[in-house]
């Protein structure tokens, strides 16, 4: 009998809460993913960065596991398909996860559950990949907050009444089964080429969480952590990031705050994925430009930060957190095109796309979400060069044939501005 865990969005062997659970439960433990097909049938990019990112840290798991004598377990399926192989080709005594909380997944949870209920398997699930979940911060009235700076004060004063526990699965993985090597099925046989792209490791050393605040919005900078793809995929534990950050910069420990914020905005609200937070808004009429809309995607605005940045995007899966804002909002007030355009691009592009933080980050920049900017807070995007990327370094990292004469920009700023409050003002008066 063996009892497997069930890997997602948690692809390490260290301080990993199921994997733990899973090792001190007696049997012996097979580690599994599921390629969901669900998942991947839908994504355009043969070269996806993110399925060629999962793929390397698989690899790098399954070579891990193969010192133990031990082989991970890879299925290309739905999820529904794979657990059917799974049960019919092993003794399974119970399954162990870590929870997962975006609609989709929630509902997948669900139908595996069922299947196991059935089969009278029981379903472990565990809370990995935030701190606190679900309804575990909320108002004195019971609640869910929908506005940041109260919402982070409960947060910290639940983390200061409780210890930060810790997983370490790391030192228990003799009890994984014995299995012969197995190789992962080819990234090619699933319909996907490598992306040719590394993705950075995250940096978080000491001098650049300590001097976060000073470097944080430049940037031509490296002055953040490039954690997100890894908190994403939980090639890092949040536990330890946080117990870091406790300890060096509470300003950057609130970056992680607003991860979970925004989580729990979805958990509570998951209308937000097809609304306006504010339903109001729902009134404002967008223009939806196709061809500005183009323009915005290829990085070729007229505007250099806004291009830079959007060719940042397409060249590496990354922007800086400062851009990102400043693009959404272009995109969202100079062009009023729908946020949500937007926002299904970005998820196209972003290694570190995570549902819950990209929309409740649109919907700030476009004014219309929960704790957002109000709408008439419009940035000038030369403005916004001059102080973040006074000697244009960024610009010319990205635009890589950027002189004085640039492209002629597509709207002029004033007009524009005049254009999207009148837009907005209508909408929320009528
Ligand atoms: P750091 O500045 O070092 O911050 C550390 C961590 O805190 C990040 O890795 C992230 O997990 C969290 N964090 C920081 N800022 C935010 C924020 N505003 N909201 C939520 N969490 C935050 N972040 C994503 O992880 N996935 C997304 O899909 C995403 N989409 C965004 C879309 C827009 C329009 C904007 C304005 C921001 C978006 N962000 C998103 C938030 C932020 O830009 C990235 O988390 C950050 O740039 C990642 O770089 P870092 O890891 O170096 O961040």
Known sequence: KVAVVWLRRDLRLFDNAALYHALNSGSQVLIMFIFDKN?????????????DFIYRQLEKINSELHQYNSSLLVYHNTPKKAFEELLSNFDVQEVFTNRDYEPYALERDREINDLLESKNI???????????ERSEVMKPDGSPYTVFTPYSNKWKERLHQE??????????LDHLLKRAKVALPSLENMGFEPSGFEVPDSDLSEGLI?????TRNLPAVHGTSYASVHLRFGTVSIRRLVKQALQQNEIWLNELIWREF????????????????RRKYD????????????LWCRGETGYPMVDAGMRQLNETGWMHNRVRMITAGFLTKHLLIDWRWGEAYFAEKLVDYEL???????????????????????FNPETQLKKFDPKLEYVKTWIKDFRAGYLEPIVEHKFARARALEAYKKALNN
């Open 39 to 51: 998942i991947l049938d839908k994504l355009q990019d043969k070269k996806d960065k993110r399925v």
């Open 122 to 132: 029981p379903f472990q699930t565990f809370k990995d990949q935030v701190i606190f």
């Open 163 to 172: 210890s930060i526990p810790e997983y370490p699965s790391e030192s228990r």
């Open 210 to 214: 300590r001097n976060y605040e000073k």
């Open 262 to 277: 925004f989580m729990q905005i979805l958990y509570h609200f998951p209308e937000v994925v097809e609304h306006n937070f």
């Open 283 to 294: 009134r404002i009429q967008w223009r939806n430009n196709e061809r500005e809309f183009e």
């Open 356 to 378: 819950s933080s990209n929309n409740g980050n649109w919907q700030w920049a476009a004014g219309t979400g929960c704790d957002s900017a109000p709408y008439f807070r419009i």
